[in-house]
């Protein structure tokens, strides 16, 4: 078979838009009964599910620039996987999101056509890594922070967010394990190591406090149980932490100060540079050649 | 061949008349399988004289290895991927944390040899873990208990 002849028989399908970049993919929640609870604010409940799918989506990118980087190739596996599965929850929680906001638009529209001020991922998701240790590090804080958001969230009155929360459980676990594990490795290895290691978590450490600050939406969300007031998880995240850092022998926490998130939070639409940079290159083919398919 | 039954994809087949609706659900959140499924389903379903064909997707509950049928299991094991064992179950509390590879007991689907050795949490897909045995010598693939 020519080159050819194996790009006509990958692509000559009355359904090849799955290959396109950023359109013709079903909706994630085709068949899936998506009524909205009574007494469920629908702007609200919009919004929570972008912030959460927004943190999956720039987490997933992020992870997606470790291929063809990784030290390993059994690890760039693995970070390739875990990205897999945030994209899957990032589309799972845009579709929810647009399909409450019933405005028109759709998890296309919310991931390649926002301008970073409508992003509302935490900042810790959007950091480029510096190398490996920095990688595991926030990885580490990430899936720590939100397998107890996700946890909590199965029994979210929305059934819909209960059962991508469900599914979220199982993975975020692996991912957890996966970067604990490789903190400790790395902290209880060689001097080398260890100190790298130290300078990771001391890196990320910034970044923390923001997570466990609830804003607006998710204050008034909360009380029905639709959401979770993400303060409430601070202690349990702590003790993971903790838990790892004592295994891999590094400094906890409190060694470093946390910053204060001035001038507002990621939730809040305030963002890096970084978030920039990711969007430019997340969204260029897809607004360059808007609608278009290969 | 393993089928969709097999794995425990296929949540509710409703026939009547010319008109099916076929439920299914996803593994992983990310699985990109989903989309070949539903596409090879309703082909098929069509070419089996199916008038009107609806396949929808459930996510709840959540899906579970445990739903992977005896049969489908002996067909794993027979293609060189070894079968899960029972889904860990949750005590009540926060998820617990593993911080040493995992040291379960996993058979090697080649040599039947029980003491085999993880290589990496993730696989060529995020279903599967990676291992070998020290015995034959292989390296296998061994679907993960969720």
Redesign the interface.
Known sequence: MSFDAAYEALTDHDDDARWAYGTGFADPLAGVDTAVPQDVDRGDLSAYCVALGDDALIMSHRLQQWVTRAPELEDELALANIALDLLGQARLLLTRAAEVEDAGRDEDALAYLRDATGFRNVRLVERADADFAHLVARLLVFSAWRLALLDRLTTSTDPVLAAIAAKGVKEVTYHRDYAAQWVVRLGDGTDLSHDRMQAAVDAVTPLVGELFVPDRVELRLAPAAVAVDPSTVRSEFDAVWAQVLQAATLQPLAAVAEESAPGGTGRDGVHTPALTEILAELQGVARSLPGSVW | MLTLADLGILRGVDESGDRVVV?IT?T?????A??TI??DLTEALRRAGYAQV??????????TTDWITAAGRLKLAAAGISPPGAAPRRASG??P?????SRRAIACPQCGNPDTEE????????CRS?HRCPVCREPFEHV?E?
């Open positions: 439920t996803p992983y959140s990310g699985c990109p989903m989309q539903q596409d609806e396949v929808r997707t459930v996510l709840t509950p959540a899906w926060p998820v944390l593993t911080l040493v590879p290589i990496a949490a993730f696989s060529a897909t995020a990676l993960k969720i």
